[in-house]
Structures are given as structure tokens and as C-alpha cells.
């Protein structure tokens, strides 16, 4: 199986701070991987796939990097509404498996 | 618009069954695989399985295969998720959601609003 190593677990950041997360993949996933976005009680929500593709509809602060085994969340700017956990997701072979998340919080 | 609607929460007891649904709207159920998360209390997401309401094809996690079934009835454009045997141990919240796939990618792009399972004595 993949492991994805997600870092940091937990961050404090003030509005309007660059945010960067980063998953590491045991192997090589190419860009096979995905960043979403959970705030508490509520469903996941897609970010970005395949590594860099804005989801549509998110805004443009957050954006992706990555390839191979190292990957990249950015927010450019954070924003009240960031503040949540953010899970990477590796879907390049089965099982699929989520980072452990990172939770940002409000500094 | 798509929505994937899951049923309502269940308690149960240990030893009991349990099917859950995801119910699609708004999109062809059998063009896309569908997937099922577990959240368990103050913890991550964990993929569990995905199934393919087209062919019933379905790949499960090693961590799930054995203890869960996953299957679909695309006359009620409907997905489930089932236990046979639950025990304290599944009391979570699962969530299913389509799982999109290009030429070059795939991704979970739309949510149910989750189904929270509590199993107690």
C-alpha cells in the first residue's frame, strides 16, 4: 500500500498568511493525487486533482504543486473561511489513502 | 445539479446488521464509480471502497474487504454500504461520494452529507 506522510499535522495562521502543506508518497503516484478540504460535521470538498487542476468553483488562492512523491497545498492568502483540515489523496493504485490531515487553525 | 443524498443516522447494537444508502439525483448513476469514507470520532478520512453501479465491479481497502459489502441498484439510482455483524468498533461517520474519472485523473467530486452510525449496548 501507499503511505501518505501529510505535514504538518496542525498549523496556527492569521488572515491574509501563505499557507503551505505538504504529502508525501511512499512511491511514485505521478500526479495522482488530490487535496480536499473538511470543516467540522460537514462532507469533504474537492480543492484540487491531478496534482495541480483547480476544482471548479474554488477560488484562486489555493493552488497545487507536485509530482512523483512530493506534493504541495498552497493558499496564497488565507482567508476566515480556510480555516479547517485539509487531507491529501493518492488514487494513482488501490487501496487509495489519505494523508493523516492537517488542521489550520486560527493564530 | 448533482446531490447524492444519505440516509439518516443509525443506532444500533452490536451484532445487529446494518445497510445505509446513497441515493444520486441529477446525474447518470452507472456512468460514475461511487465511493464510501469512514470518519471515525476526531479522526481522518479513510477510503474504504468504490463501486462501479455500471457492472457492480467493486475494489475494496484490505483494511474494509471482509468486514463491509458495497453494492448498488441503478433502478433507484441508489448506492449501500452494509454490515452484517456491526460492532462499537464501526461507530463512525460514513460518507459516499462520486468518484470522477478522466483520461487522465480521478477525483471525489461530490459529497453525501454523511451518515453517522453509533453501535452501543
Known amino acids: 500500500d501507499i503511505q501518505m506522510t501529510q505535514s504538518p499535522s496542525s498549523l496556527s495562521a492569521s488572515v491574509g498568511d501563505r499557507v503551505t502543506i505538504t504529502c508525501r508518497a511512499s512511491q511514485d503516484i505521478r500526479n495522482n493525487l488530490g487535496w480536499y478540504q473538511q470543516k467540522p460535521g460537514k462532507a469533504p470538498k474537492c480543492l484540487i486533482y491531478?496534482?495541480?487542476s483547480l476544482q471548479s468553483g474554488v477560488p484562486s488562492r489555493f493552488s497545487g504543486s507536485g509530482s512523483g512523491t512530493e506534493f504541495t497545498l498552497t493558499i496564497s492568502s488565507l482567508q476566515p473561511e480556510d480555516f479547517a483540515t485539509y487531507y491529501c489523496l493518492q488514487h494513482n493504485s488501490y487501496p487509495l489513502t489519505f494523508g493523516g490531515g492537517t488542521k489550520v487553525e486560527i493564530k | 445539479e448533482v446531490q447524492l443524498v444519505q440516509s439518516g443516522a443509525e443506532v444500533k447494537k452490536p451484532g445487529e446488521s446494518l445497510k445505509i444508502s446513497c441515493k444520486d439525483s441529477g446525474y447518470s448513476f452507472g456512468s460514475y464509480w461511487i465511493g464510501w469514507v469512514r470518519q471515525m470520532p476526531g479522526k481522518g478520512l479513510e477510503w474504504m471502497a468504490v463501486f462501479n453501479p455500471g457492472d457492480s465491479d467493486t475494489r475494496y481497502s484490505p483494511s474494509f474487504q471482509g468486514q463491509v459489502t458495497v453494492s448498488g441498484d441503478r433502478s433507484v439510482r441508489t448506492a449501500y454500504l452494509q454490515w452484517s455483524s456491526l460492532r462499537a468498533s464501526d461507530s463512525a461517520l460514513y460518507f459516499c461520494?462520486?468518484?470522477?474519472?478522466?483520461?487522465?485523473?480521478?477525483?471525489?467530486?461530490?459529497w453525501g452529507q454523511g451518515t453517522p452510525v453509533t453501535v452501543s449496548s
Open positions: 461520494a462520486r468518484y470522477h474519472c478522466t483520461t487522465t485523473t480521478c477525483f471525489f467530486d461530490y
Open positions: 491531478g496534482a495541480f
